[in-house]
């Protein structure tokens, strides 16, 4: 028997029961509900459930690693119960654009993996023909902006070039991520430059008849294409009634959104605090709670918290100017206690937070066969949690690089206390044994 873990509320398919898991060679050997083995690992009270998955995180590394970079995004991973995350393809140098682009990025990661790591490729102008060697090399699937994406090596594509890109994604069966904003002329387009310290300037610049937009446009390439497509970090509500139409017509697509859109509102947002500051921008109340009750009806697949970070200068956070700030949100290592505090707050269940925030987000991946759930064959990832314990965030207990964060101060309920990836125990209560357990995960042929 390899090493046995014992838990009073384990997260089987069944529900939550006592039960012991053995693991061996960092899989999932057996299952013994409602059994304490002898020499097991007592959890006691702790849920153990599958480890969280974030396939929407920006790493920046190769090239701008003074950001963030793989060591420390994915220690934080750790300490939050995130066992697996895929990096976008951009605000790394280079672009992962290229095949030859992505063999660099998966150099400079090699033994600074704490949890496992998969990675989208990137659509911009005039590598359409680059589709099927990225997708060859192993990324996971495509992600691509509408809009300038703020790093002018990855540059927003057009309709055109979709319509080149996408057939071979849709013969790969692997999704088309899309930042979905279409610039239009409007009248508060400039008011944020004319206002630069005012939030209520910043989200007029920045309308959800953007959203509104793009989405419309996506439905009907989706349509058109037949590849799957996925709207990420969704903001606006309102288009959520075309999203549902057309996901009832079995078109192939789906919608994610983050922990800062279901937590905060615009209402409340002070000026001068670029810290709240991200594209889509954080919309109103009406807004949120729309996209809660989304995410409790199964209109969106899952949360991700769209983790970018970037050093406090780029933020302005000296000089409180959101026109010129770097837009984005780090929250990487507490989007499970962030979201489960939602999640308690509209009367969802830890099993609502184990399919939002893992088992989905596997079977989008194409990983559904050995993550997201605690079955036998299945990787060890796992998270051990206490649901009923709540901490205040401070500044101290951050590990991302950049201890930024709009959620400083709120009262959280969601402890982590261990996490294991591949078997191998990463965060145990403040420590982190056995560096560099993660594993690099390539796309797996059919």
């Known amino acids: 028997m390899g090493e046995a873990i014992y838990s009073q509320n384990v997260l089987l398919p069944a529900g939550l029961r006592p039960a012991t898991l053995e693991i061996k060679d960092g899989k999932i050997a057996a299952i013994h509900p409602e059994q304490r083995l002898s020499g097991a690992l007592d959890l006691g009270t702790l849920v153990l459930m599958p480890g969280l998955i974030d396939s929407h995180v920006h790493i920046n590394e190769p090239g701008r690693t003074d950001w963030e970079g793989m060591l420390t995004a994915t220690r934080a991973a750790a300490a939050g119960g995130i066992t697996t995350l895929v990096d976008m393809p951009l605000n790394s140098l280079p672009v992962t654009t290229t095949a030859a682009n992505f063999q660099e990025k998966l150099q400079s990661v090699k033994g600074k993996l704490q949890v496992n790591c998969g990675f989208w490729g990137g659509i911009v102008p005039e590598n359409a023909d680059q589709m099927e060697p990225l997708l060859e090399a192993g990324v996971l699937g495509i992600k691509a902006f509408l809009c300038h994406s703020g790093i002018d090596e990855f540059p927003n594509v057009t309709e055109g070039d979709l319509r080149k890109g996408m057939p071979a994604i849709a013969r790969a069966g692997v999704p088309l991520l899309v930042h979905a904003e279409l610039v239009a002329d409007h009248p508060h387009i400039n008011q944020s430059k004319a206002q630069p310290h005012s939030y209520a300037a910043w989200l007029a610049s920045r309308p959800n008849s953007w959203e509104d937009e793009a989405i419309g446009l996506m439905i009907r390439l989706c349509h058109e294409t037949g590849a799957r497509t996925h709207i990420v970090h969704l903001a606006s509500a309102s288009a959520l009634p075309m999203l549902r139409t057309a996901r009832a017509a ?197």
């Not at 769209?306 to 770097?326: F, M, R, V, Y």
């Not at 951050?398 to 959620?407: A, V």
């Open 250 to 446: 079995g078109l192939p697509l789906t919608v994610e959104t983050c922990p800062h859109y279901l937590w905060f509102f615009a209402e409340n947002i002070p000026d001068g605090q670029p810290v709240y500051k991200c594209a889509p921008p954080i919309r109103e109340k009406s807004q949120r709670d729309a996209l809660r009750e989304a995410l409790k009806s199964g209109e969106l697949d899952f949360v991700v918290t769209d983790h970018s970070p970037a050093p406090a200068e780029i933020k302005n956070l000296d000089t409180g100017n959101l026109a010129e700030a770097w837009g984005g949100i780090a929250s990487v290592q507490f989007s499970l206690p962030i979201t489960w505090t939602i999640l308690r707050e509209m009367g969802m269940q830890v099993e609502d937070l184990a399919k939002l925030m893992s088992g989905n987000i596997a079977r989008f991946l194409n990983l559904g066969h050995q993550k997201g759930a605690l079955q036998v064959g299945q990787d060890a990832d796992l998270v051990a949690w206490d649901p009923e314990e709540a901490f205040i965030l401070q500044k101290e207990m951050i590990e991302y690089r950049h201890p930024i964060s709009p959620y400083l101060g709120s009262k959280l309920f969601g402890t982590v206390h261990k996490t294991w990836v591949n078997g191998k125990l990463v965060y145990d209560e403040g420590v982190f044994p056995n560096p560099g357990s993660g594993e690099i995960i390539l796309r797996q042929k059919s």
